[in-house]
């Protein structure tokens, strides 16, 4: 029987590793800060300088201003983080994985269901 090469990424997800996370650690900072009402108004008002105050990288407001959840996990994103990002544009984790798959929502819950996921 052979053995799953644990370094070779699921098609579809991005490898998180040490490289990433320091990558995206501004952006991530920035994500989870958003656990906070106080936070998420700040970046509502005025999300160019709530990301300056992050550091981000261009790629990284371009993504942010795009409203692109797969570019932002390209830029160093971790999906816990960036999942509260998401938050903000109204996306639950179905429509993250939605994204992802580059399946429609009704799609991916279908998916979900087929595969034994429970109720979608």
């Known amino acids: 029987m052979a053995v799953k090469d644990s370094t ?5 997800t991005y490898l998180f590793d040490g490289k990433m996370a320091k990558k995206g650690y501004g952006l991530n900072k920035m994500c989870y800060s958003f656990n906070e009402q106080t936070a998420r108004d700040e970046f509502n008002k005025d999300p160019d300088a709530y990301c300056a ?3 981000l990288t261009e790629k990284q ?10 570019g932002l996990l390209q830029e160093g994103g971790s999906i816990y983080y960036v999942a509260k990002f998401a938050g903000l544009l109204k996306l639950n984790m179905q429509d993250i994985g939605a994204i992802q798959t580059g399946l429609s929502l009704d799609e991916f819950k279908a998916l979900l269901v087929k595969n034994g996921s429970g109720e979608a």
């Open 61 to 70: 407001i371009k993504a942010i201003h795009d409203r692109d959840i797969i």
């Open 8 to 12: 070779q990424p699921v098609p579809g």
């Open 53 to 55: 105050k992050f550091g």
